[in-house]
């Protein structure tokens, strides 16, 4: 009965031709060449600062990973006609619009935002505005003044400018966003949207993650809409229609790492993980605001609650469930 295997078994098992088995053979090698070459071509593209001080004086390091994400106001980069239709006006200084913190470990991910005006210590400089951190010193003094206010030793530091973020917005064909009722119009920041969800390009993106000034929260309204715009960002940069297409995913690449600067220890695998998070966020919430007080030589500022605040950076360093969200 042996003599019969012909029929099934082992030997009447059906073979790939040898031709299948090459191309096939052929068309892994290509595709693992194109990821490798994709992805040393991309770390090349990285620009780096000086983020983080050398020596002591850090916060010990916490359970899970901490990025510093900052949008600065920069418009060194900018034309007259750039700046005019960005809406950003003509000031040299340099500050930050935007500083959010993304946690991700056993637990969130979690994106908290820092509100610009926070008044908090400086070091070396009294206590100021926090975006005042970043024109007196750079990526280092700001990284240094939120670690010193958060008790939290951050791991990553990742930069974009205004043209940055508009150049990636068009990069990816424009995001949805959905416009609360009342609609947003700020004619400083340039915003007129009626409520409802709607596309907007690089330029209505921006605009609408600027305006702060006919937002009945100011300031509070502005980090929950930077919030939902990288939320957007997130979600269409990482779906099919912009991964899978070389033609689509190259342009992308180049625009964003173009837009970016980062810490020196960050590489393109860290801020591909970095935007996966963001993809997954488990919460969202601004560090708690006790007061909104006129302070002489600063301003309008934000005050933090102190308890809360602790409450929710002791969660983070712990890498455990953050005490609070808000809406987004």
């Known amino acids: 009965m042996t003599g019969t295997r012909t029929a099934t078994g082992a030997a009447g098992r059906r073979r790939w031709p040898r031709r299948v088995l090459a191309v096939l053979l052929l068309v892994l090698v290509l595709l693992a060449g194109y990821g490798t070459g994709l992805y040393f071509w991309a770390d090349s593209r990285l620009r780096t600062t000086e983020a983080f001080g050398a020596g002591g ?36 200084g340099l500050n930050t619009d935007t500083i959010m913190i993304l946690h991700h470990g056993d637990s969130g991910p979690y994106l908290v935002s820092i509100p610009r005006d926070s008044y908090v210590p400086i070091p070396g400089h009294g206590r100021n505005k926090i975006n005042a951190a970043y024109s007196l010193g750079g990526a280092r003094l700001l990284t240094a003044t939120v670690e010193q206010a958060t008790g939290l030793r951050l791991d990553h530091y990742a930069e974009i400018d205004f043209l940055g973020l508009v150049d990636v917005v068009d990069a990816i064909g424009g995001v949805t966003l959905c416009v609360p ?10 915003a007129d949207f009626d409520a409802g969800c709607q596309a907007m390009d690089g330029v209505q993106a921006l605009q609408y993650a ?21 939320d957007a960002i997130a979600g269409k940069a990482l779906g099919p229609g ?41 919460g969202t ?8 007080p006129y302070v002489p030589g600063a301003g309008d500022v934000v005050e933090w609650d102190r308890g809360e605040a602790r409450r929710l950076f002791a969660a983070l360093r712990a890498d455990t469930a953050i005490p609070t969200f808000d809406a987004n």
Do not use: C, I
């Open 57 to 92: 004086g850090r916060p010990a390091d916490g359970k899970g990973t901490d990025w510093l994400l900052v949008g600065s106001d920069s418009r060194a980069d900018l034309t007259p006609e750039q700046r005019k239709q960005l809406h950003v006006g003509n000031d040299e």
């Open 181 to 190: 009722r009342g609609g947003l119009h700020d004619a400083k920041s340039g």
């Open 210 to 230: 600027r305006a702060r000034y006919s937002d009945p929260q100011g300031d509070l309204g502005r980090v929950k809409r930077q919030r939902q715009l990288l």
């Open 242 to 282: 912009v991964l899978v297409p070389p033609w689509k995913l190259v342009p992308f690449l180049r625009t964003t790492l173009d837009a970016l600067t980062v810490d020196p220890g960050t590489g393109v695998g860290a801020l591909a993980t970095m935007g996966t998070k963001m993809r997954s966020l488990a």
């Open 285 to 292: 919430t601004t560090v708690p605001v006790a007061s909104e």
